[in-house]
């Protein structure tokens, strides 16, 4: 059984516990193994399934309760087995998802880390640099490159703190391991979303 989480930017695949993505532009390979995916981009699932036909979307076996309007299936799948919990998803785009009584009560999206990097240079190209993972987020900056990742970071993990207060806090995603650090009551998950489609698949035991 091969796992496929598409997304805006990449085909995440899970094969026999390996993971492998290709971007959306890029040849997929055709599989032998029975594959299940999630998917927020039509014209990549119209690819997969070019090349792929007998490819299986799991949508409809996830009934999530949620008001907010537009909520992506990723989105949906992360938070699925949560009763009381903040999830964050951090990819391409960094979305923050809140559980309360095993009730989906609203989110919000921040820029990924390489969106925030690729708009500084945009603004001048002295702003150009590269990410500092060990910046001392107590200390005020002294020089541009580790003000913009001060700036960056900050941006990123205020607004999580504020919506979490004591609430347990789910990372994943690329960039999940790495935020998590800075929180407390924090756990990483880097497969959360396929180990949620599993448990899904498994309770339906199969798709019609």
């Given at each position: ?7 805006n ?157 004591k ?36 309770a ?5």
């Amino acid at each position: 059984m091969i796992l496929c989480d598409i997304g805006n930017s990449t085909y995440h695949f899970l094969i026999n516990g390996r993971q492998e993505k290709y971007f959306l532009d890029e040849k997929l390979p055709k599989y032998d193994d029975d594959i299940y995916f999630v998917s927020v981009n039509k014209s990549a699932t119209k690819k997969l399934l070019k090349s792929n036909p007998k490819a299986k979307n799991i949508e409809k076996l996830i009934n999530f309760d949620t008001k907010y309007e537009g909520l992506g299936m990723d989105r949906a799948l992360v938070c699925y087995f949560e009763k009381d919990a903040v999830i964050v998803d951090a990819g391409s785009a960094i979305t923050v998802d809140i559980m309360k009584n095993k009730k989906h009560i609203g989110g919000f999206i921040l820029p990924g880390f390489r969106a925030f990097m690729k708009t500084y240079p945009k603004i001048s190209k002295k702003l150009k640099f590269d990410f500092e993972k060990k910046i001392n987020l107590d200390k005020i900056p002294l020089q541009t490159k580790d003000a913009i990742t001060y700036a960056m970071m900050k941006s990123i993990i205020l607004p999580i703190k504020e919506v979490s207060k004591k609430r347990k806090i789910i990372f994943t995603g690329g960039d999940g391991k790495l935020l998590s650090k800075y929180f407390k009551n924090s756990t990483y998950k880097k497969e959360l979303i396929f180990d949620n489609m599993k448990r899904i698949i498994d309770a339906n035991n199969c798709i019609a």
